[in-house]
DNA sequence: ATCTTAAGCTAGCACTATTAGCTCTAGCTG
DNA sequence: CAGCTAGAGCTAATAGTGCTAGCTTAAGAT
């Protein structure tokens, strides 16, 4: 009954296996009941039969749409990472290109997590035992890791941060900086947003000491921060 | 029932329950193959089954010993946190008190939880669904961060550290930053020992880091620092 | 109007935790 | 030393899980 956009040329309409249509429905039916199920249970609590009740059907139904219990893991945790990768870059695109991107992005990466915390912890912690992420679902946090390393670059040449900023170490240094914050948060106040209580205020402090770490080499003679 | 050790001038030699005594030891064995399970099979591979399998005995009988499968979780937590809080109150006192005692504290912690990583992932990232550790099992890891608190009160007088830095926010900052580091390392380097991969190498860093966050307020004045 | 096949179903297997209730014997106790 | 108790094992059974095999039905392509 709708063709997404474009395309309705074709003599017969709607040809284009309604079929189809109805069976990516129920699919995305799936996966919106296993992240509520996850979220509700714990990301181990995400149960087949579980989600066979709610979608009405019996267990067995399940496995005409995904393989295994696995299948599905890898494809919620698929659907956190592009998401994850979507909301830090919307949050770095509008902020300040260089340091202010990076504490955007990082911070909109912890609101996401404490937000969506059993996918966060399904994709950062990889508590399910047998649960390998596949390379394709792996895929969007090598982008999310140059997306940073693009900013600290820009942060660089703004005179933000000294050179050595601009490279892998730095990265794995800021990211472990978040991990940590979120770590703390989601195993020791796991019924608070980003922002209340002992761990995610302490986020502002933590990127002060990481630039700290990061000295401009002559500080006062390049160009104002924040010009650029 | 039993009195420990010491104690052995009553009449009858070992009239203290050798029933209990046996018991005890099984209880111990059960745990060590239960830690051994968890190992192989991560955290929620932990099964009473294979427990029992391993000890030679069907699996109701596990019950003898203990009341759930949750309850040995709770058990292995507890002896989690008081070997953790050995291991690092053992590094702290081989260390000079003050910033040195408490860099060497969090390493051993961090050394700790990679050569434990089933134990230490139970403890501080609770990815076990529907276990709360119970108060008792718990009661530790405050010590612990009384102990790191103390470290920072010594470095405060030892003038490695501004006045600030006795403070429970100083505390949670340094906590953050190890368990953001392990984070790193179990999540994306399972097999690496620490000082090996791309994140256990960075905490000197880190560490520097943290003190540069607490300056000592008029530098060059006091005492140097490493005398006292 | 026919015929294919997707999408449901039931039955069943191999696991899991857990409970109930039986048996036997180790070892405490008179 | 004899006898009794209770502890430590067992089997059987319940209710849950993931998953496979094979049947049925009707939606929808032809």
Redesign the pocket.
Known sequence: MKQDEATAQTPTPQ?A????R??QE?IEEILDIAAAVMTEEGVNG????????RL??????I?????????IYDVLFRRGQVEHLDVMRQAMARAEPGLDALTAGLEASGRWALANRATAQLMFWRPVPNFEPSAEAFAPSIEMASLQRAAMADAVAAGQLGPEADSEDAVYLVSTLIVGVLSQAMANEPDLEWGQGRFTPTFPKLMKLFAAAYPVPNAGSKQRSGTR
Chains 1, 2 share one sequence.
């Open positions: 040809r296996d309604r079929r189809d109805r069976r129920t995400l149960s087949l039969a579980e989600v066979a009740r009405g059907v019996q267990p067995p139904s496995y005409k749409y995904f393989p295994s219990l696995m299948a």
